[in-house]
């Protein structure tokens, strides 16, 4: 049996990881000249910036990766103080209050909305409806003020996304759970607590571990852009745009790349697939790093960063405070913030020419940090035009079909299929390599 696999963001990777693990054969195709996809770490001058994600989460599957490539070493810890985080309210950041006491005691909630807290355990569960949205499950079970000041900025900060739009059952399955198996979502907190997890990273960044991952692979084939899938006697030939490639024949195809790279490879071969994947929704965020002397920034920084809710009005969604959080993102005399500017509520934003974004961020930082300093240190700005999947109505129709792919011995691994964030795409990755080797044992049998 024989393997082609296209795409080596994370996803793509951990597949190739594991079926080389167990010997089966297969190919690796990446159109850039290095693996990691949205992980992508830069070193420039004295500062390590992160393009996609900034950190991950530990995960007893990430935990053993780690140990596999041996990078232990490498990983860097988040400190204690980035458990805090800020929201701006009321023209100024709040803490938000991180347990359920403080959040009673605190005034960061009006008196109604600690009440509707309270009651929220008595709240009879309704019936699981597919197309709730986030915004419908936290208004019905919470209010509006939860929603608006606790819930969507988080939202904004994880899927880059609008609650009105994202599915509550698609994006926080869990929750839906709590509500229909312990009645309220809190009586589900209480009784199945989400499990604690280190927040990690690597001394130059996340990209370490895709790079690892990378070169160990025999299969690995970079700067190989796949446009064409096509079958063939019950083969997938993929074709590629390099000039010395031969096509080659796969019995099993993986494809671990964006909804809309996949569109037009498909097209020939799975026209139903590719048409569902065209609506898949992935808005633009840009990534500006901004460097400060610590010396001119009259804000404590102690914490990981700070949401801004759709209805403050502000030019970003947030920003992370990196140097809090990891130790030398930048020289100790200086501060590093990465804005996020975009996702679908900001998405007019990004549109900007880049010296507006530039300029929009700065006064931002300077006006809510108390910076002194007239420019920044350093300034640096990334475009995602297509950022993250969104899992709304649309990504539903493209989630069912590629599961019944499945018997045409094509497998998604991506994130569009089973969770966006790094822990979800390598649970993912396991689990489609788990299904070939099946598949592969059953052959042999
Ligand atoms: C700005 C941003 C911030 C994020 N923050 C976090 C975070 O803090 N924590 C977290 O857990 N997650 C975060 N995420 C999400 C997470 O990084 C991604 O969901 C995950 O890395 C996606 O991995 P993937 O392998 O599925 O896809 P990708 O990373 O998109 O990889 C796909 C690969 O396929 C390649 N490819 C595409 N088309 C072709 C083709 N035709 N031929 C060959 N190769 C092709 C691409 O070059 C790429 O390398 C963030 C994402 C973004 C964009």
């Known amino acids: 049996m024989r393997v082609g696999i296209i795409g080596a963001g994370i996803s793509g990777l951990v597949v190739a990881h594991q079926l080389q693990k167990a010997g089966i054969q297969h190919d690796l195709y990446e ?63 709040r803490r938000l209050p991180d347990s359920p006491l403080k959040l009673m005691a605190d005034t960061y909630f009006h008196f109604k909305t600690k009440y509707r807290l309270l009651q929220e355990r008595f709240l009879p569960p309704k019936p699981v409806n597919p197309h709730e949205t986030i915004s419908q499950f936290f208004e019905r079970r919470f209010g509006r003020e939860v929603l608006d000041y606790a819930v969507s900025p988080f939202v904004m900060g994880i899927f880059a996304g609008d609650p009105d739009q994202l599915l509550i059952n698609k994006t926080f399955p869990k929750l839906v759970k709590y509500e229909q198996v312990y009645g309220s979502v809190q009586k589900g907190l209480l009784k199945d607590p989400p499990k604690r997890r280190k927040t990690i990273s690597f001394k130059n960044g996340l990209q370490t571990l895709p790079l690892a991952l990378g070169s160990k692979l025999l299969g690995l084939q970079t700067g190989y852009p796949v446009e064409m899938v096509t079958k063939s006697h019950g083969k997938y030939i993929i074709s590629t745009t390099s000039p010395d490639y031969v096509p080659r ?197």
């Open 249 to 445: 024949e796969y019995d099993v195809l993986v494809m671990a790349i964006p909804a809309h790279k996949a569109t037009p490879l498909l097209e020939y071969t799975f026209p139903g697939l590719a048409a569902a994947l065209r609506n898949v929704n992935y808005p633009p965020v840009a990534v500006v790093h901004t460097v400060y002397k610590k010396a001119s920034v009259g804000f404590s920084l102690k914490g990981f960063g700070a949401l801004h809710p759709k209805k403050e009005n502000l030019f970003s969604a947030g920003v992370i405070w990196n140097s809090s959080i990891f130790p030398n993102r930048c020289p100790d005399d200086e501060v590093l913030f990465t804005t996020f500017v975009g996702g679908t509520p900001f998405a007019e934003n990004t549109r900007r020419p880049r010296m507006e974004i530039l300029k929009g961020v700065h006064e931002e930082l300077k006006r809510n940090y108390q910076i002194s300093a007239e420019r920044p240190v350093y300034q640096h700005f990334y475009l995602w035009h297509q950022a993250i999947p969104q899992y709304d109505l649309y990504i539903e129709d493209a989630q069912q079909f590629a599961k019944t792919l499945e018997t045409d011995n094509v497998f998604i691994a991506a994130n569009w299929c089973s969770g966006v964030s790094i822990q979800h795409c390598v649970k993912r990755g396991l689990k489609v390599a788990k299904k070939i080797q099946e598949l592969a044992s059953a052959q042999t049998a």
């Open 31 to 93: 159109q850039a000249d290095f693996p990691g996809g949205n992980i992508k770490s830069v070193r420039i001058k004295n500062y390590v910036l992160e393009m996609g994600p900034n950190s991950l989460l530990l995960t007893p599957e990430i935990e053993k990766l780690i140990r596999e490539l041996k990078l232990e070493p490498e990983v860097v810890e988040a400190n204690p103080v980035s458990g805090t985080r800020y929201i701006f309210r009321d023209g100024r950041y």
